[in-house]
């Protein structure tokens, strides 16, 4: 308990399962977290369940640089300043393939899972630089190192983190700032229901949990708190000599 104590993150995507589960592991660890989420209603209920004077919200739009900016802002003005950023927030996009596929689409799924963690990185290294140094964990994917048909623009955009990830680590270690990317199989979260749904809509067959889950290796979907529980890790001093390094967690589905 209490590794990150007087420490405090930013957390984007933060009403979505591994979101949420990050920010409260980070609380019971001893940090403050703001949250970050584009439904204020979404948010509000999570303050109210999880019920700590550690934690607050900013409604905010991870693919503009004015709300990243606020945010980060917000974390000084209420916390005193930022030491990790979780760049978490995405969207899974359609499941569709790359020649039926809506453009408008394409750019929302680009501009929140690429764009979004870049503008996020933009707005929070001078803050962290403030502090001496700290961590930032982008969420990835499996898909950030692996293809998967009826997803390219998931795909690409995941892949694009990855390699954002290493360039800001080494452009950021002088300054003692940290950036590792989390990269989950299927979680057990709300938007692995939107994908199976949508892959059993396009291809005309079932497509459930189950039968995804049997190409992991260990059987199953990871759970939010497992992937927050890395999270965790990469946040603390646990991790101090890691950095610009892609950490899968899939139950040995890239294996």
Do not use: W
């Amino acid at each position: 308990m209490n590794r990150l104590e007087d420490k405090v993150a930013i957390v984007t995507g933060a009403t979505g399962g591994i979101g949420r589960a990050t920010t409260e592991l980070f609380l019971k660890e001893g940090a403050s977290v703001l949250m970050v989420d584009l439904s204020e209603d979404d948010l509000v209920d999570a303050i109210k369940e999880i019920d700590s004077n550690k934690v607050s919200y900013f409604k905010g739009d991870v693919s503009l640089l004015s709300d990243n900016q606020k945010a980060v802002d917000l974390a000084i003005e209420r916390y005193g300043g930022v030491d990790i950023f979780i760049a978490n927030a995405g969207v899974a996009g359609e499941i569709q393939s790359i020649v039926d596929y809506d453009e408008e689409v394409f750019d929302s799924v680009m501009a929140v899972n690429a764009k979004g963690p870049f503008l996020g990185l933009k707005a929070v290294i001078p803050a962290l630089n403030e502090r001496g140094g700290g961590s930032v964990v982008i969420t990835s994917s499996v898909a950030g190192v692996t293809g998967a048909s009826l997803l390219s623009p998931y795909v690409m955009s995941k892949h694009a983190v990855v390699g954002l990830t290493k360039s800001a680590a080494k452009e950021c270690a002088e300054m003692k700032i940290r950036v590792n990317s989390v990269n989950p199989s299927p979680v057990e979260t709300q938007m692995m229901r939107v994908l199976e749904d949508g892959f059993s809509e396009i291809t005309g067959e079932e497509t459930s949990k189950g039968s995804l889950a049997e190409q992991i290796p260990l059987g199953r979907y990871a759970e939010a708190d497992e992937i927050a529980k890395l999270m965790l890790f990469l946040s603390s001093d646990e991790s101090e000599f890691i950095t610009g390094s892609v950490h899968t967690i899939d139950g040995g589905f890239t294996a």
